[in-house]
């Protein structure tokens, strides 16, 4: 079992930051793939940004240019910097982990951009 740990959610003004982060800790794994969704009330999970087992990275289109997805040597950390906010990056973010087998996600965090 994975545990994942999110932290860095909260409400900012539209072209403000935030930095989300997120921690694995539990059971060991390689070929790991780490990133993040989000989803608005009534809206579909869309893919925000994930690092690929290989460690390439990988954004959605709506994000492109304004996020940046890192991932620490020891490959169970995963961080999102979010710059040029706008009130379309409101929902909640998920951190997932996915093995070969599972995968593994987070509580979600808020992420409110307000006008």
């Known amino acids: 079992q994975v545990q994942l740990v999110e932290s860095g959610g909260g409400l900012v003004q539209a072209g403000g930051s935030l930095r989300l982060s997120c921690a694995a800790s539990?059971?060991?794994?390689?070929?790991?793939?780490m990133g993040w969704y989000r989803q608005a009330p009534g809206n579909q999970r869309e893919l925000v940004a994930k690092?690929?087992?290989?460690?390439?990275?990988v954004y959605g289109d709506s994000v492109k240019g304004r996020f940046a997805i890192s991932r620490a040597s020891d490959q169970n950390t995963v961080n999102l910097q979010m710059n040029s906010l706008t009130p379309e990056d409101t929902g909640v973010y998920f951190c997932?982990?996915?093995?070969?087998?599972?995968?593994?996600w987070g509580q979600g965090t808020q992420v409110t951009v307000s006008i």
């Open positions: 539990g059971s060991i794994f390689t070929n790991t793939a």
């Open positions: 690092v690929t087992s290989g460690g390439s990275e």
């Open positions: 997932y982990l996915r093995t070969d087998l599972y995968s593994f």
